[in-house]
């Protein structure tokens, strides 16, 4: 077939919009023998510049071959125009969790990353568990941030009060446009993260559940706390809103640790992280998956692979750690579970390596599971 300029010239437009690497290449697909595969963007914070925009961390998703996600802020309201942050003094970039997986050539010669005392025994770096992000990480609760109590900060304070009156004037057409985008580029938003606090008003909580529902998100996602009167609140928000509150724990958790949210409100669900529960008690965490699951209250779940305790609770590359991340997937196929089952990207990222290279390594790890 012969192309004059013309039409060499309109390919060139057509391959200029498609994203990085994915040339001619299949939308993604993450979802292996019904078990929806996706990922957390958190994943993708080696280059917060790009994570943070929509526009490139589609192309980081599309790249990875991920058809679905839990999205982070401050995505979706940046991509909104939402007003921006004043910088945090003292505070760059989202770093990796902690001390993890970096082994070096050929591995040490004791398991996991312990070490071997002068005496012949063996024992566990300190610190010896990496517990990745912290509560906070977005603007979306208008929570977190640098300064302790009794220390207002006057700048913040304007720019939380000028975020607030942007939230609640700002059309849900700009998240639906999102969406759009995404979809159309094979990537769908299951989840989106939150920080909410028990100081914002009942219009910032239909808000937020309005950006997810907007966003195509079944869910939301947070931290796990103590708190009754939150979780009661928030878990019927989420009924309002038709949606899941599905609640985040790290190494602290337990079999019954959901327990009392689930009871408090049917809205509330769980978001269990799979590695952190089993570098925190030493168990698979199946029992809790399978608890759970029958019980009709899993929202979605973490995936990572650590060891236990007793080999130092590291983030390991998957395939090294202890976590039995392929029969978990298996249990879901069997088992015809419809929630996602994410990749969190938590071990330190080789030399010479991308977060978009280590999701995908994650992606394969799950299809090869459920061949």
Same mark, same amino acid.
């Given at each position: 077939?012969?192309?004059?300029?013309?039409?060499?010239?309109?390919?060139?437009?057509?391959?200029?919009?498609?994203?990085?690497? *994915?040339?001619?290449?299949? &939308?993604?697909?993450?979802?292996?023998?019904?078990?929806?595969?996706?990922?957390?963007?958190? *994943?993708?914070?080696?280059?917060?510049?790009?994570?943070?925009?929509?526009?490139?961390?589609?192309?980081?998703?599309?790249?990875?071959?991920?058809?679905?996600?839990?999205?982070?802020?401050?995505?979706?309201?940046?991509?909104?125009?939402?007003?921006?942050?004043?910088?945090?003094?003292?505070?760059?970039?989202?770093?990796? #969790?902690?001390?993890?997986?970096?082994?070096?050539?050929?591995?040490?010669?004791?398991?996991?990353?312990?070490?071997?005392?002068?005496?012949?025994?063996?024992?566990?770096?300190?610190?010896?568990?990496?517990?990745?992000? #912290?509560?906070?990480?977005?603007?979306?609760?208008?929570?977190?941030?640098?300064?302790?109590?009794?220390?207002?900060?006057?700048?913040?304070?304007?720019?939380?009060?000028?975020?607030?009156?942007?939230?609640?004037?700002?059309?849900?057409?700009?998240?639906?446009?999102?969406?759009? @985008?995404? =979809?159309?580029?094979?990537?769908?938003?299951?989840?989106?993260?939150?920080?909410?606090?028990?100081?914002?008003?009942?219009?910032?909580?239909?808000?937020?559940?309005?950006?997810?529902?907007?966003?195509?998100?079944?869910?939301?996602?947070?931290?796990?706390?103590?708190?009754?009167?939150?979780?009661?609140? @928030?878990?019927?928000?989420?009924? &309002?809103?038709?949606?899941?509150?599905?609640?985040?724990?790290?190494?602290?958790?337990?079999?019954?640790?959901?327990?009392?949210?689930?009871? %408090?409100?049917?809205?509330?669900?769980? =978001?269990?992280?799979?590695?952190?529960?089993?570098?925190?008690?030493? @168990?698979?965490? %199946?029992?809790?998956?399978?608890?759970?699951?029958?019980?009709?209250?899993?929202? *979605?779940?973490?995936? &990572?692979?650590?060891?236990?305790?007793?080999?130092?609770?590291?983030?390991?590359?998957?395939?090294? #750690?202890?976590?039995?991340?392929?029969?978990?997937?298996?249990?879901?196929?069997?088992?015809?579970?419809?929630?996602?089952?994410?990749?969190?990207?938590?071990?330190?990222?080789?030399?010479? *390596?991308?977060?978009?290279?280590?999701?995908?390594?994650?992606?394969?790890?799950?299809?090869?599971?459920?061949?």
């Amino acid at each position: 077939m012969y192309l004059n300029r013309r039409d060499f010239g309109k390919l060139a437009v057509a391959a200029a919009a498609l994203p990085t690497g *994915s040339l001619l290449a299949a &939308k993604p697909n993450s979802n292996f023998g019904g078990v929806q595969i996706g990922a957390i963007t958190y *994943s993708y914070r080696d280059k917060p510049e790009l994570a943070n925009d929509a526009h490139e961390l589609l192309k980081l998703l599309v790249d990875s071959n991920i058809s679905a996600i839990e999205l982070m802020p401050p995505v979706a309201e940046n991509f909104a125009g939402a007003p921006a942050a004043p910088a945090r003094q003292g505070r760059g970039p989202a770093g990796p #969790g902690g001390p993890g997986g970096g082994r070096g050539p050929g591995g040490p010669p004791t398991p996991a990353g312990m070490v071997t005392n002068p005496d012949g025994s063996v024992s566990c770096p300190v610190p010896a568990i990496a517990e990745g992000r #912290g509560p906070g990480g977005g603007r979306q609760g208008g929570g977190g941030g640098g300064r302790g109590a009794g220390q207002p900060n006057p700048e913040m304070e304007a720019y939380q009060a000028e975020l607030k009156k942007w939230r609640l004037s700002v059309s849900m057409d700009k998240f639906k446009a999102l969406r759009k @985008l995404y =979809n159309d580029a094979g990537v769908s938003i299951y989840c989106h993260k939150l920080t909410p606090s028990m100081a914002m008003s009942d219009d910032e909580y239909d808000y937020m559940f309005n950006v997810a529902g907007a966003l195509g998100a079944n869910q939301v996602s947070l931290e796990l706390n103590g708190d009754r009167a939150f979780l009661k609140r @928030l878990g019927d928000f989420a009924l &309002k809103h038709k949606m899941l509150a599905a609640y985040h724990y790290h190494t602290t958790a337990t079999i019954t640790a959901w327990d009392e949210a689930l009871d %408090i409100s049917k809205g509330n669900a769980v =978001n269990l992280d799979c590695g952190h529960y089993l570098a925190g008690t030493g @168990l698979s965490p %199946i029992p809790v998956l399978e608890k759970y699951a029958k019980m009709g209250r899993i929202g *979605s779940l973490h995936l &990572k692979d650590r060891t236990t305790p007793a080999h130092c609770s590291q983030n390991l590359s998957w395939g090294k #750690g202890d976590t039995p991340i392929g029969e978990i997937l298996k249990t879901m196929r069997k088992n015809k579970w419809k929630f996602p089952a994410s990749i969190e990207l938590e071990y330190q990222i080789p030399e010479g *390596s991308t977060a978009v290279a280590e999701v995908r390594k994650c992606v394969e790890f799950c299809q090869k599971a459920l061949a």
